[in-house]
C-alpha cells in the first residue's frame, strides 16, 4: 500500500512537471515568435567586450534557420560562430542590413565589435609620443586610428 503511494506521487509529479514544461514552451514562444530569414536583429553586447564609447547593441541579418529555434546571423564585418536562439536578441521592425552585403568569414562577437567600434575595442588606445606621430612608431598611427587628448599634450601632432 505504501509503495502504491509511493508511485502514485512520482506519476502525478512527473505529469506536473510535463504541464509545467508545455506552459514554459508556449509562454517562450508567444514572448519570443519565430523571425525570418533577411529580417535585421539586434544582439545586445556584453560590458566587458566594449568600450565606454561604444554602441550598446549590433545589427544582425539572419541568413539561416536550423531545427526551427537556431539562427544564424551576419553583418557586413563577418559571420558569427555561434548560433543563435530566439530569446538572445531582438528583431528590428525594419530590413536593415541588405544580406547580399554581408562577409562570410566566422569571426565571434569580440571580433565584430571591436570592428564596429569607434575606438578600436575594449578600452581606448594612446600612444606617448613626443614627436609628431609621423612614423608607424607611433601606437595610434599603425593602428589606423588618430590621436586624441589622452595621448599626449604636444599640440602639434600630425595624426590628430
Known amino acids: 500500500m505504501f509503495q502504491n503511494t509511493i508511485e502514485n506521487e512520482r506519476s502525478n509529479s512527473k505529469l506536473s512537471l510535463e504541464q509545467q514544461a508545455k506552459k514554459m514552451k508556449f509562454r517562450s514562444i508567444n514572448k519570443f515568435p519565430p523571425c525570418n530569414?533577411?529580417?535585421?536583429?539586434?544582439?545586445?553586447l556584453p560590458e566587458v567586450d566594449r568600450s565606454k564609447g561604444d554602441p550598446q547593441n549590433i545589427l544582425f541579418a539572419v541568413v539561416s534557420i536550423s531545427d526551427n529555434q537556431y539562427y544564424e546571423l551576419v553583418?557586413?564585418?563577418?559571420?558569427?560562430?555561434?548560433?543563435y536562439s530566439r530569446n538572445q536578441f531582438t528583431v528590428c521592425s525594419e530590413?536593415?542590413?541588405?544580406?547580399?552585403e554581408v562577409l562570410a568569414t566566422k569571426k565571434s562577437l569580440r571580433e565584430i565589435a571591436n570592428k564596429q567600434s569607434f575606438s578600436?575595442?575594449?578600452g581606448f588606445k594612446k600612444c606617448l609620443c613626443k614627436t609628431k606621430c609621423l612614423t608607424n612608431k607611433c601606437?595610434?598611427?599603425?593602428?589606423?586610428?588618430?590621436?586624441?587628448?589622452?595621448?599626449?599634450p604636444n599640440s602639434n601632432c600630425s595624426n590628430k
Not at 37 to 44: L, M, Q, W
Not at 75 to 83: C, M
Not at 95 to 100: Q, T, V
Open 75 to 83: 553583418n557586413k564585418n563577418g559571420t558569427l560562430h555561434q548560433l
Open 120 to 122: 578600436g575595442g575594449q
Open 139 to 152: 601606437k595610434c598611427k599603425s593602428g589606423g586610428i588618430l590621436c586624441n587628448s589622452k595621448c599626449h
Open 95 to 100: 530590413p536593415l542590413i541588405d544580406i547580399l
Open 37 to 44: 530569414v533577411g529580417d535585421t536583429v539586434r544582439v545586445k
